[in-house]
């Protein structure tokens, strides 16, 4: 079965950092960018940035430069996003979307079903 | 660059729905549309400006008119009621991903 399938819901600290995973299964892995977006309550969705699965590189949103991490285990095709310092802002639901490579255009075909961040003292 | 979209737009079972996507700097660029219902992931239901992906049903369609994308929906169900966003790859200051506000259809 295609599908993307994401960590559990955390609750995190000010200050402190979160780290969501995201299992791709169905298709084969490093044919594609994953992208991580968010959206926080009542509002829009929010990009931070995409990973090339087969190579690795990265491209990240100016807005979270220095404090977002992309990494990926290819292994066990699961992607990973890590960022630091977070605040209240950071509370959202945060979702991974795969854009297949040679598309032509950023698009997400296949998402995953999100995970919650809820950063609170 | 930014992408506008109207909060809301309410229309009656049956009847044509339109949610436009407004933006400076969309021409040349090709605008994607996502579902998405409450408690879920959004869905892709249109993508470069007027395709559709295999199982979105032909009663879902775009287009585009200068700076002005609009993601039509033909006789709309209780079903489709949903918040709508339309996205774009921007080029012009680097690459990065913009959403729209989105829009949430009523069916009334």
């Known amino acids: 079965q295609v599908q993307l399938v994401q960590s559990g819901a955390e609750v995190k600290k000010p200050g402190a950092s979160m780290h969501v995973s995201c299992k791709a299964s169905g298709y084969k892995f490093t044919l594609y960018y994953m992208h991580w977006m968010r959206q926080a309550p009542g509002q829009g969705l929010e990009w931070l940035g995409w990973?090339?699965?087969?190579?690795?590189?990265?491209n990240y949103a100016q807005k979270f430069q220095g404090r977002v991490t992309m990494t990926r285990d290819t292994s066990i095709s699961t992607t990973y996003l890590d960022l630091s310092s977070l605040t209240s802002d950071d509370s959202a639901v945060y979702y991974c979307a795969r854009q297949e490579m040679g598309s032509g255009d950023w698009f997400f075909d296949l998402w995953g079903r999100g995970t919650l961040v809820n950063v609170s003292s | 660059s930014e992408l506008t979209q109207p909060p809301s737009v309410s229309v009656a079972p049956g009847q044509t729905a339109r949610i436009t996507c407004v933006g400076n700097?969309?021409?040349?660029?090709?605008i994607h549309w996502y579902q998405q219902r409450p408690g879920q992931a959004p869905l892709l239901v249109v993508y470069n400006d007027r395709d559709r992906p295999s199982g979105i049903p032909e009663r879902f369609s775009g287009s585009r008119s200068g700076n002005t994308a609009t993601l039509t929906i033909s006789r709309v169900e209780a079903g489709d009621e949903a918040d709508y966003s339309c996205q774009m790859w921007d080029t012009t200051s680097g690459h990065h991903v913009i959403f729209g506000g989105g829009s949430k259809l009523t069916v009334l």
């Open positions: 990973i090339n699965l087969y190579t690795g590189g990265t």
């Open positions: 700097k969309i021409g040349g660029k090709s």
